[in-house]
């Protein structure tokens, strides 16, 4: 099975920056897709942003796309989630997701927590 720590979060002003990196032991990264999901309080959980394999394709949710960028160093068994333009709104634990392609079992981080805020 694999691992996942997140690292990364914290306290930003609106229109602020943060890399969010999620770190994979246990497995190979090339064997899973991987994906950031988010929850702010209240609100389900939803997929925010999805890379595929190394080289991949991509893809985000419409309340992210354009101002965030998903990336992997499967070399380094890590996975990024570079967040621009912040708003309170992307206020949320962010959660680190891998699915592995032979058998679709999901695993998930523990989560870091972004706050938006002035």
């Known amino acids: 099975q694999v691992q996942l720590v997140e690292s990364g979060g914290g306290l930003v002003q609106p229109g602020g920056s943060l890399r969010l990196s999620c770190a994979a032991s246990?497995?190979?990264?090339?064997?899973?897709?991987m994906k950031w999901y988010r929850q702010a309080p209240g609100k389900e959980r939803e997929s925010v942003a999805t890379a595929t394999s190394a080289g991949g394709s991509t893809n985000y949710a419409d309340s992210v796309k354009g101002r965030f960028t998903i990336s992997r160093d499967d070399a380094k068994n890590t996975v990024y989630l570079q967040m621009n333009s912040l708003k309170p709104e992307d206020t949320a634990v962010y959660y680190c997701n891998a699915r592995r392609y032979i058998d679709n079992t999901q695993y998930w981080g523990k989560g870091t927590l972004v706050t938006v805020s002035s």
């Open positions: 246990g497995s190979t990264l090339s064997d899973y897709a």
